[in-house]
């Protein structure tokens, strides 16, 4: 079964450091892999994503991940954090088992960023 | 313009009521999802819809009913609401199935059962 884990419920970090919120995954097969990014009272919104090709991948907002298969981890990061960077961020894999009908979410990451 | 948007934003109701979510995407996409996400900020998919046709349903108590008249409608009935119903409906949107294609999501219906 597909799957994902984001082993932090809470990231902290202070205005101007680089970030990292970490994901894991499990698949069978490639993987597809995305962030998304929730801030309060809104829905998600699509940050970047993985499917082949060079391991890092640049998305919306500065942000970037890391794919990195012999760890199975995809961990998203970001070189200088904002305040404005505070949101709720889910990693999630495409499930190729549904013929890709499936996308599962992970736990989710609250990211609060420190003036 | 709204690219998935998504009525009503809140709806409170009682315990054996019968309600509806009615979601609309502009962007020309195929398929359209519900999601629950519950007071833990979890997210778990419930249907997925590919040109109309039901692909997934992911054990959902049948008191909930998708209904698609178009690609770019999905509603979402529910019968006879109890207290654990009460969470955050997303309506979400895709180009398709294949994988590189992210969704973009509504922004949310959140139900209250009482």
């Known amino acids: 079964?597909?799957?994902?884990?984001?082993?932090?419920?809470?990231v902290n970090v202070a205005e101007g450091n680089p970030l990292t919120v970490k994901c894991t995954y499990s698949?069978?097969?490639?993987?597809?892999?995305f962030w998304y990014v929730q801030y309060p009272n809104r829905g998600l919104q699509f940050l970047l994503k993985y499917i082949t090709g060079d391991n890092l991948v640049k998305g919306s907002y500065g942000f970037e991940a890391e794919f990195n298969k012999?760890?199975?981890?995809?961990?998203?990061?970001?070189?200088?954090?904002l305040v404005s960077d505070s949101a709720l961020y889910f990693?999630?894999?495409?499930?190729?088992?549904?013929?890709?009908?499936?996308?599962?979410?992970?736990?989710?990451?609250?990211?609060?960023?420190?003036a | 313009d709204t690219a998935v948007s998504q009525t009503p934003k809140y709806l409170?109701?009682?315990?054996g009521n019968d309600k509806s979510i009615k979601c609309e995407q502009n962007l020309g996409h195929d398929t359209m999802y519900w999601y629950k996400q519950d007071s833990k900020k979890f997210l778990k998919i419930m249907f997925s819809y590919n040109n109309k046709e039901l692909i997934i349903n992911e054990t959902v108590p049948n008191r909930f009913s998708?209904?698609?008249?178009?690609?770019?409608?999905?509603?979402?009935?529910?019968?006879?609401?109890?207290?654990?119903?009460?969470?955050?409906?997303?309506?979400?949107?895709?180009?398709?199935?294949?994988?590189?294609?992210?969704?973009?999501?509504?922004?949310?219906?959140?139900?209250?059962?009482?």
């Open chain 1, 1 to 10: 079964a597909q799957s994902v884990a984001q082993p932090e419920d809470q």
């Open chain 1, 27 to 33: 698949v069978s097969g490639n993987p597809y892999l």
């Open chain 1, 70 to 81: 012999s760890q199975t981890s995809f961990h998203l990061k970001k070189p200088s954090a």
């Open chain 1, 91 to 114: 990693c999630a894999v495409r499930d190729q088992s549904t013929g890709g009908f499936k996308t599962i979410f992970g736990a989710g990451t609250r990211l609060f960023v420190k």
């Open chain 2, 12 to 15: 409170v109701t009682q315990m």
């Open chain 2, 66 to 114: 998708p209904k698609s008249p178009d690609k770019a409608h999905l509603n979402l009935h529910i019968n006879s609401l109890e207290l654990g119903d009460s969470a955050v409906y997303f309506c979400a949107s895709s180009q398709g199935p294949i994988e590189g294609y992210g969704y973009t999501f509504g922004s949310g219906t959140r139900l209250t059962v009482v």
